[in-house]
């Protein structure tokens, strides 16, 4: 309840000039008391500034590490992707110099099947024959052994064999551009060794050869 003198001036409920406190004092109190509450909201909001600031540099540390993050991730797919590519790369290209060393391989035998036909009117036919035939005595050792060679090498095997010595049976049941190959009677061991054998078994191992070699290559894995 407000209160009014005869001069029509206001005071505080219970207040009057005669209560020997000015309006002056009363008027210094509340400037003192608004300084205070100004003075604390300040300090309030300089808090919430800082408290700010620092959310925001800890919002701004966890962005930069996610960014270094993606990055780093980046340059691992990068890198991971340029290894596969690499790879890749050197893949086809063993695989190719693979399928060029074959072609070379079959031209170079397909020649030498050309030449085959030929091979048994040289002058070097009756060593080579009698290195073949000496080949397959020394895997029979001493079993009973039968000789199959074709009926145009038929006397030149006679020949051969009764050179060494050894007995054994004759037979001219194959076609063959040379060469002669051993077999027990009951056919359960047989040794092949005539031209055509002789040149499989270069091929295969001359291929097998290569490709040992270019897996090894550096250039190449």
């Known amino acids: 309840m407000s209160l009014t003198n005869a001069a029509g001036v206001v005071g505080a409920p219970g207040i009057t000039p005669g209560d020997g406190i000015s309006f002056m004092k009363y008027d210094h109190l509340i400037q003192s008391m608004e300084k205070d509450a100004g003075e604390k909201i300040q300090a309030i909001l300089q ?5 700010g600031k620092g959310e925001w540099d800890l919002a701004h540390e966890q ?3 996610y960014r270094a993050q993606l990055l780093n991730g980046t340059r691992t797919q990068i890198e991971l992707e340029k290894t596969k590519q690499i790879y890749q790369v050197r893949e086809e290209l063993r695989v190719q110099r693979v399928k060029e060393q074959e072609e070379s391989i079959e031209e170079v035998f397909a020649e030498a099947e050309r030449h085959l036909a030929s091979i048994r009117a040289g002058p070097s036919y ?3 024959f009698s290195t073949l035939l000496s080949e397959v005595l ?3 050792v001493d079993r009973e ?3 199959h060679v074709d009926p145009r090498d038929e006397d030149l095997c006679r020949r051969l064999l009764q050179k060494t010595g050894r007995q054994c049976v004759i037979i ?3 076609t063959s551009a040379g060469g002669v190959s051993g077999s027990s009677p009951d056919g359960r061991l047989v040794v092949r060794n005539t031209m055509e054998d002789r040149l499989v078994r270069a091929r295969s191992s001359m291929k097998a050869t290569v490709f040992t070699l270019l897996n090894r290559d550096p250039d190449v894995r």
């Open 172 to 174: 001219p049941d194959i």
């Open 47 to 51: 808090r919430a500034d800082k408290e």
């Open 145 to 147: 052994t039968e000789l």
């Open 138 to 140: 020394e895997e029979m």
């Open 126 to 128: 009756e060593s080579s």
């Open 63 to 65: 962005a930069e590490n």
